[in-house]
């Protein structure tokens, strides 16, 4: 370990067990592990032992009591070298002094850098960042302590330097707050100097610089031109301060955690990485010929605090093969060789903060044989230990994109609905789509085809088209966030459905055979939402209001020489449309702002209603006692040319020189 806290866990039942921690367990003459006894405590030495019980399993976890910061001047209880505690711990588990389970950890851990210590109450007087420096040191960020990378920081003892000497923050943040710049006579060079630069040059003080005021406002800095060029990373860095979202998940080997995903282009990719409370759900196609398997399950996941977690595998067997394997066309009926594959693998992540506390696997096997086309299905979920329920994820009770949208039946005793797509497949008949969830923020376009005959009567087609796509809307109401509760109706809004037929809609019954107008041949769900905050940066979203309409269509009969006793295709088709507004409705235009758009600000480079800005308080690049003194002279400048200008100052001038 090197943190000063390490968790594991014991599986089975801890009912009448006893735990303990024994200090130095390695004997110091020969060097060999002790043998181990049950007379421990859960305290030893500056070490603390805590024991979680569970159902099936229960969380042991090993913390360090001491104090982990570097020895100031005249300081007590601290750590005088940078690697502060070096030792061996056991862990014992037993029952009536038999040892069940023994854990061994060999600890290295080094001092921590982190301010621990009060902080003044004084107020520390920042001078006007435009006229001179912030700080010798900008980024000395952290009082009382070596901020690391920092070479100028006072804090940073040699040794400390000596850790990060050569990856020191350059320019400006990194101390150089006064370097030389081009236009200054003493910094001309050989290389690209023009002939009439010693005419042009600055002879000034490095003291003002056009580095002053770098940080000023923070929109003073010089712009850097983006590159081109994409720095590729040859490996992952090891983790020991914990994910961040979509962070890759890391292994024990220093590799990123991989699950066949979907990329871009809609393809399946074997080497995806899983990124840190980002859940997904998708299906891959493979054959016997082509089948890959994935990382083996008893890689370990670095659970982001430098220790390393084991996956807790379930295997199962599928029964009912009919929803992953179908029969390809080119099979042959003679012998067929058969392996046992993965058709499904499900990852629960149990999380806590930033690190990763435990992860359950279930995997769902079964036989592939020659000639089958599989369809693989791979999920992966982020559950807070806090709370086992998924709509707590991220503490964020918006929607997130890609996340199903909650629909509910109020008009039923079992509120739970369903807001669904058709998914086809195999021909693409309506007899065999299934459906699919409708994803927030997903704009989306399904259909189905639906077999017509000649004879079809055309009410009877309508009412079966329109049961067709009711039949994708099992719900009254859709929950305004993820977490909306089915007991409290302001957290859901009605679904407001225009119906394709009316009492003023004339609707024809078809006189001519094989041709019905006015069929409701396409759904259109629009669903209206906004940004209503921030959860830790992440955007809050609500669903403001949802649309169900229907667009009609002339159907007619198609057929070759013979129409008769032959079958016709209706298409009919559901699309999803996702329309952000803003959270509150925007300021309307005022009849001048309308008439009048040359005094528009906003839409013209010249704005004489700012004409006189310099001379309000809005305006803060100078003392406002300066800009009022610069104000009045000009207003008597203006009107000294004015009165210079009459020709009745002329004559007074001119009979002042007689």
């Known amino acids: 370990m090197s943190g000063p806290r390490v968790n594991s866990f014991f599986l089975g039942n801890s009912s009448g067990v006893d735990f303990a921690i024994i200090l130095s367990p390695i004997d110091e003459e020969t060097g060999k592990l002790q043998l181990a006894n049950c007379s421990g405590s859960k305290r030893a030495g500056d070490w603390n032992l805590n024991v979680t019980p569970g159902t099936n399993a229960s969380k042991v976890t090993i913390s360090l009591t001491r104090n982990l910061q570097l020895c100031l001047p005249n300081a007590t209880d601290c750590c005088t070298t940078p690697l502060c505690v070096v030792g061996v711990l056991q862990v014992l588990a037993c029952h009536d002094s038999v040892v069940l389970a023994h854990l061994l950890i060999q600890a290295e851990i080094y001092a921590n850098s982190s301010f ?32 690391v990378r920092c070479c100028c920081d006072p804090e940073c003892t040699p040794d400390l330097k000596q850790l ?12 150089d707050v006064n370097p030389p710049f081009d236009q200054l006579c003493s910094s001309q060079s050989t290389e690209y100097t023009p002939e009439w630069f010693p005419f042009l040059c600055v002879q000034s003080s490095l003291n003002n610089t056009p580095f002053l005021g770098y940080f000023y406002h923070g929109t003073i800095s010089t712009p850097k031109v983006p590159s081109f060029k994409i720095p590729l990373q040859t490996s992952p860095g090891k983790l020991f301060t914990g994910y961040k979202q979509g962070d890759p998940i890391l292994t024990e080997e220093n590799e990123y955690f991989t699950i066949p995903q979907r990329s871009l282009a809609g393809q399946c990719v074997g080497n995806a990485p899983v990124a840190y409370l980002q859940d997904f759900d998708v299906k891959c196609l493979t054959s016997g010929a082509a089948y890959k398997e994935g990382l083996p399950h008893d890689v370990r996941i670095s659970s982001g605090t430098g220790d390393f977690i084991q996956q807790n595998v379930i295997y199962r067997t599928i029964t009912d093969t009919g929803k992953f394997i179908t029969e390809s066309e080119s099979r042959h009926t003679a012998e067929v060789l058969c392996q046992n594959v993965t058709f499904a693998e499900n990852y629960t992540f149990i999380w806590k903060d930033q690190n990763i506390e435990q992860i359950n696997v279930t995997v769902f096997l079964g036989s592939l044989c020659d000639g089958e086309i599989l369809t693989q299905r791979f999920t992966v979920k982020f559950l807070s230990l806090k709370s086992t329920n998924a709509m707590d994820l991220f503490g964020n009770p918006g929607y997130q994109v890609g996340k199903p949208v909650r629909a509910a039946n109020m008009n039923s005793s079992d509120p739970f609905g369903s807001l669904n797509i058709w998914q086809p497949a195999g021909r693409g008949l309506c007899t065999s789509a299934t459906y699919t969830p409708v994803l927030f923020g997903v704009d989306s376009l399904s259909g189905c085809i639906l077999e017509v005959s000649i004879n079809e009567d055309c009410g009877l087609l309508r009412e079966n088209v329109t049961e067709k796509l009711n039949s994708l809307i099992q719900a009254t109401h859709v929950g305004k966030r993820d977490n909306s509760s089915y007991s409290d109706l302001n957290d859901w809004v009605e679904i407001i459905r225009l119906d394709p037929f009316n009492s003023h809609t004339n609707v024809s019954t078809g006189s001519l055979k094989g041709i019905c107008a006015d069929i409701p041949a396409n759904l259109n769900i629009r669903i209206i939402f906004a940004d209503v905050g921030a959860v830790q940066g992440i955007p809050w979203r609500e669903i403001l209001a949802v649309q169900i309409s229907y667009s009609t269509v002339i159907w007619q009969f198609q057929c070759g020489l013979i129409c008769e006793n032959s079958i016709s295709f209706l298409p009919i088709t559901a699309s999803v449309q996702f329309i952000k507004v803003p959270a509150q409705p925007p300021i309307p235009l005022t009849r001048f702002q309308m008439n009048y758009t040359e005094f528009d600000c906003n839409r013209n480079d010249v704005c004489w209603p700012q004409l006189f800005y310099p001379l309000t308080r809005f305006y803060t690049g100078e003392p406002y006692s300066q800009c009022l003194a610069k104000g009045l002279l000009l207003a008597f400048l203006v009107l000294l040319a004015a009165i210079m200008s009459n020709p009745w100052f002329s004559k007074i001038w001119n009979s002042y020189l007689v």
Do not use: K
Not at 116 to 145: H, K, R, W, Y
């Open 164 to 175: 990060f000497h050569e990856s020191c923050f350059p320019g400006v943040f990194g101390g």
């Open 116 to 147: 621990m210590g009060n902080v003044s109450e004084n107020a520390t007087i920042i001078p006007n960042q435009a006229f001179q420096p912030l700080g010798s040191c900008p980024c000395d960020l952290t009082a009382g302590a070596c901020d």
